[in-house]
T-cell receptor
Framework: DVKVTQSSRYLVKRTGEKVFLECVQD?????MFWYRQDPGLGLRLIYF???????EKGDIPEGYSVSREKKERFSLILESASTNQTSMYLC?????????????FGEGSRLTVL | AQSVSQHNHHVILSEAASLELGCNYS??????LFWYVQYPGQHLQLLLK??????LVKGIKGFEAEFIKSKFSFNLRKPSVQWSDTAEYFC????????????FGGGTRVLVKP
């Protein structure tokens, strides 16, 4: 089974703190994604990566950055957390050959910014 | 803006009732279509997908969806729901017109009363 593991299920941070969310997948997938999930808005793509050291902005990249130094690991960084970044963050991966294939999701990281 | 729309945010029904969840998208051209499901406390998982061929696709747990190109729709159906179908359902579309990025609808929360 594909496994996508997110390092923290629940985090509470203060405004202005730097936040790291880690994601690791074990299936040698080329593509990795970060989404945020908010009630009524579905999933919105923050950033994605189709190869090591490559990154592309999604639909809502403002206030976020990412890092992909190794194929299996994709990190989401909030340089200075704000209360409007309180959300559920989902990492996903998919096999290469385009971005349209099935996504495999982690269990999510629920971030609360006070 | 081009988007994916799910018509119902909340659906409540009794066991054995039939379920139909609407999904419409606004992208022209080639599309890949997906339904994902998120059971309470679990990660998102693929329910079914359409890439090409027979527009009526069958997925796991008795779900099916029909792609109607002329209506830009991909509605999800199940003839007889069970309490265990209580979940949130997300329609997603990957379109070349959207840069091959997967776009999700806002989700529909389904509650099946025992």
């Amino acid at each position: 089974d594909v496994k996508v593991t997110q390092s923290s299920r629940y985090l509470v941070k203060r405004t202005g703190e730097k936040v790291f969310l880690e994601c690791v997948q074990d299936m040698d997938h080329e593509n990795m994604f970060w989404y945020r999930q908010d009630p009524g808005l579905g999933l919105r793509l923050i950033y994605f990566s189709y190869d090591v050291k490559m990154k592309e902005k999604g639909d809502i990249p403002e206030g976020y950055s990412v890092s992909r130094e190794k194929k299996e690991r994709f990190s989401l960084i909030l340089e200075s957390a704000s209360t409007n970044q309180t959300s559920m963050y989902l990492c996903a991966s998919s096999i290469g050959g385009g971005l349209g294939g099935e996504l495999f999701f982690g269990e999510g990281s629920r971030l609360t910014v006070l | 803006a081009q988007s994916v729309s799910q018509h119902n945010h909340h659906v409540i029904l009794s066991e054995a009732a039939s379920l139909e969840l609407g999904c419409n998208y606004s992208y022209g051209g080639t599309v890949n279509l997906f339904w994902y499901v998120q059971y309470p406390g679990q990660h998102l998982q693929l329910l079914l997908k359409y890439f090409s061929g027979d527009p009526l696709v069958k997925g796991i747990k008795g779900f099916e969806a029909e792609f109607i190109k002329s209506k830009f729709s991909f509605n999800l159906r199940k003839p007889s729901v069970q309490w265990s179908d209580t979940a949130e359902y997300f329609c997603a579309v990957n379109a070349r017109a959207a840069g091959n990025k997967l776009t999700f609808g806002g989700g529909t929360r389904v509650l099946v009363k025992p």
